[in-house]
């Protein structure tokens, strides 16, 4: 897997990589439940139209889930939703912003994400270290590979 360097912004992170997979086949990696947790997460609940409510299970060991609500879907070209976690203090869910765009390249995709709404710096790095071990998984699954049924377990900082 091939890690990028994020750009820090005033209140995020941004965070590039490209896909061997057409934009219609990488949006629906973040919109179908079961395409979702082949890259970010061990289970996943998805209602994806504006409002509608979405909950990853990012780790079994610490039952830690990212939720919050989609805002824009624009396939195949973009999707926003809020983000947050329950059961972690500091970042309640839907406290922070995530949009994602998919540019066509040949016949590949480039994956923009840009996450927003971070208070402070160590909420900036951990965002970058979680997305890169996600988004490293989603080329691989966007491609057709294989991943992990666990993604975060055995990569958290602390081991």
Known sequence: MSTTEATYLDDGVELTRRIEAPPETVFAFF??????????????????KPGGEYRILLTDETRVSACG???????????????????????????STVEVTLTPDGEATVVVLRHTGL????????????????????????????????PYDDARPDR
């Open 69 to 95: 609500r989609y805002v824009e879907l624009d396939p195949p070209r973009r999707v926003v939703f809020t983000w947050g976690f329950e059961g972690r203090a500091g970042l309640p869910p839907g406290a």
């Open 119 to 150: 208070d402070g710096r160590d909420w900036c790095d951990f965002h970058v270290w979680g997305w890169n071990i996600g988004l490293d998984r989603l080329v691989i699954a966007g491609a057709g590979g294989e991943t992990s049924p666990r």
């Open 31 to 48: 919109t179908d439940p079961v395409r979702f947790k082949t890259w970010l997460g061990i289970d996943a609940e998805v209602d994806p």
